[in-house]
C-alpha cells in the first residue's frame, strides 16, 4: 500500500512538472519571443520551430515602416518604427533587429511603449510583452532606433511575426518574416561645397565632362574610404577603401552617369568630408 501510495506520487509530481515546464514555456514566449529568431543571416531562424509555433513562415513585406527619408539615415539622429501585423488572430507577437550581414546589432533601440514593448537579448532586439499581445489587426507595435556612427553604411532591420489562433497549443499559428535595408545618408550634416580637406583631396578637371581624377595624400597609413554619391546620398562607385600608407594616390574616375551635381566623399579614419562634382 505505501508502494502504491508513493509510485501515485511520483506520477503526480512528474505530471506537475511537466505542466509546469509547458506554461513556462507557453508564458515566456507570450511575455517576449526568444533572441535570435528574426530570421536574419546572423540569427538563421524563426519562431517556426518544433516546441514554439508550427507550420512554415511567409515572407511579406511592408511589415515594417519608419519616417526616415528616402535619402537615409542621419548618423546620430532618432527615428520612429512601427511593426504590424494585419493578418487575423487573436493574439500577436513580434521580434525585429537592426543588424549587419554577420548579424551585428547597428545603433540602439529606445522603448517608447512600455506596456506592450520590451528590449531584449541585450540591446540587440525589440519585442512584445504579455500586454502587447491583445488587440485586432491592423496590430502595431512601435519604438525609437537611434542610427548608428558615420561610415557604418545599410542597415536591415529584419522581423519575425506571429499571428497565434490562442488554442494554446504550437498548431495553428502563422509565422511571417519581412526585411527592410536602409541606406545611410552620405552627404547627411555636411555642406555641398566644403572642401575642409585642404589639398589632401583634390578632384580635376571640375566641372568635368568625361573622367575626373581623384587624388588624396596621406601624412600616416589610414584607413580610407573614397566614394563617388549622387544627390540622394547612394554610393555609384567605391574610388578607394582600405588602409593606404604614407603618399599621394590618384584614380581616374569615368563619369559616365547623366548631367547633374555628385559628390565625392572621403572617410579618413572617423573624419568625414565630402567635395561636390559638377557633371556636364
Known amino acids: ?19 509546469d515546464s509547458q506554461y513556462n514555456y507557453v508564458y515566456t514566449n507570450e511575455d517576449g519571443a526568444p533572441s535570435g529568431n528574426t530570421n536574419s543571416p ?16 511567409i515572407d511579406r513585406s511592408g511589415l515594417i515602416t519608419h ?43 529606445t522603448i517608447t511603449d512600455a506596456t506592450n514593448t520590451k528590449i531584449t537579448g541585450g540591446g540587440k532586439y525589440v519585442s512584445h510583452t504579455l500586454a502587447g499581445i491583445l488587440g485586432t489587426v491592423p496590430h502595431t507595435w512601435s519604438f525609437e532606433w537611434t542610427a548608428p556612427s558615420a561610415g557604418t553604411g545599410p542597415v536591415t532591420f529584419y522581423g519575425a511575426f506571429n499571428c497565434a489562433d490562442g488554442d494554446g497549443t504550437a498548431s495553428g499559428d502563422k509565422i511571417f518574416t519581412t526585411s527592410v535595408e536602409i541606406q545611410e545618408n552620405q552627404i547627411s550634416g555636411i555642406s ?10 583634390v578632384l580635376y578637371p571640375n566641372p568635368v565632362q568625361d573622367v575626373m581624377n581623384v587624388s ?43 548631367s547633374g551635381i555628385y559628390f565625392v566623399r572621403i572617410v579618413k579614419d572617423t573624419q568625414v568630408s565630402s567635395h561636390r562634382v559638377v557633371l556636364l
Open 1 to 19: 500500500m505505501i508502494k502504491k501510495i508513493t509510485l501515485l506520487t511520483l506520477m503526480l509530481f512528474s505530471a506537475m512538472l511537466f505542466y
Open 42 to 57: 546572423g540569427d538563421g531562424k524563426t519562431c517556426a520551430q518544433t516546441n514554439c509555433h508550427g507550420g512554415s513562415t
Open 67 to 109: 519616417n526616415i527619408g528616402a535619402e537615409g539615415y542621419t548618423p546620430g539622429q532618432t527615428y520612429t518604427f512601427t511593426a504590424q501585423v494585419d493578418t487575423g488572430g487573436s493574439t500577436f507577437g513580434f521580434q525585429v533587429s537592426p543588424q549587419d550581414a554577420s548579424g551585428n546589432p547597428l545603433g540602439s533601440i
Open 192 to 201: 555641398a561645397n566644403t572642401t575642409d580637406l585642404g589639398p589632401s583631396l
Open 216 to 258: 588624396f595624400s596621406l601624412d600616416k597609413t589610414t584607413e580610407v574610404d573614397v566614394r563617388l554619391i549622387d544627390i540622394n546620398g547612394r554610393t555609384l562607385e567605391v574610388i578607394h577603401q582600405g588602409s593606404y600608407p604614407v603618399g599621394t594616390f590618384q584614380q581616374a574616375v569615368d563619369m559616365r552617369y547623366p
